[in-house]
């Protein structure tokens, strides 16, 4: 329904800003729908933006004394782990630009921030703190940084003066994406036997037939399920799943 003063349902800015603070109000507004299309006001919808914001603020807080007097000019990753974070950071970076250029789609911009911070959390579970990329990280605080400023200013600026940037993130340039960042060295494959999934694998992109092949039954858990059988058929979909027929 539309807002009317005669219906009793006005939303005050003044006592959302009160409530959630101008960065979440901000960010909702923007991410409610395109520009060209009507919206409707949502209590449930800004408490969904508030989480986020907040939980972006306490991720980041997290691993700013791991990065906050890192220095990084190069960003060397090594484990698979690593790589996938980093490609996910500059295929969003890729994204978010595109996204608002391309007809200021500032909602499915804030989307892919939000795909972003779980990737990160999702890094952050799995690897020991003691393990943790420190110059990854720190690409990845301050390009989330950069990104945010449009949405959330307010927030950015504190977040920036944290990492010890000088000037105001507001002067800065918009973060470019690295298209060697994009590029998928591995990708998961399924492993059906019988035409039941059994387990899943990480291969390399290009990978022919023959190598998929035996680095699929040299893995434990599908020679468990081949009990000592060779296979009557070997079935291989390029960069999707592998059925073994016994």
Do not use: C
Not at 62 to 90: A, C, F, G, Q, W
Not at 184 to 206: F, H
């Amino acid at each position: 329904a539309k807002m009317s003063k005669s219906k009793g349902n006005v939303v005050s800015p003044d006592d959302m800003i009160e409530k959630y603070g101008a960065d979440t109000l901000r960010m909702y507004i923007l991410f409610m729908a395109p520009p060209e299309k009507d919206a409707e006001w949502s209590n449930a919808g800004i408490e969904g933006v508030h989480r986020f914001v907040k939980r972006l603020w306490n991720t980041l807080q997290k691993i700013m004394p791991v990065v906050k007097d890192v220095k990084i000019d190069r960003v060397s990753v090594k484990t698979p782990k690593e790589r996938e974070l980093r490609r996910k950071l500059h295929t969003m970076i890729k994204k978010i630009t595109e996204d608002i250029e391309g007809g200021f789609k500032f909602n499915t911009a804030i989307s892919g921030l939000m795909e972003l911070l779980n990737h990160l959390v999702d890094y952050l579970n799995a690897v020991p703190e003691d393990e943790w990329n420190k110059h990854l990280l720190r690409e990845i605080a301050e390009k989330t940084v950069l990104i945010l400023s449009p949405f959330a200013p307010h927030m950015a600026e504190e977040l920036w003066q944290d990492l010890g940037m000088k000037g105001l993130v507001v002067e800065q340039s918009w973060p470019s994406y690295d298209p060697e960042a994009l590029k998928v060295e591995e990708v998961e494959i399924v492993i059906q036997i019988n035409g039941k999934i059994r387990d899943r694998v990480m291969i390399p992109v290009d990978a022919d037939e023959e190598t998929v092949r035996k680095l699929v039954l040299e893995r434990e858990r599908v020679k468990r399920y081949l009990n000592g059988k060779e296979p009557k058929k070997f079935f291989y979909v390029k960069g999707r799943l592998v059925n073994i027929v016994v």
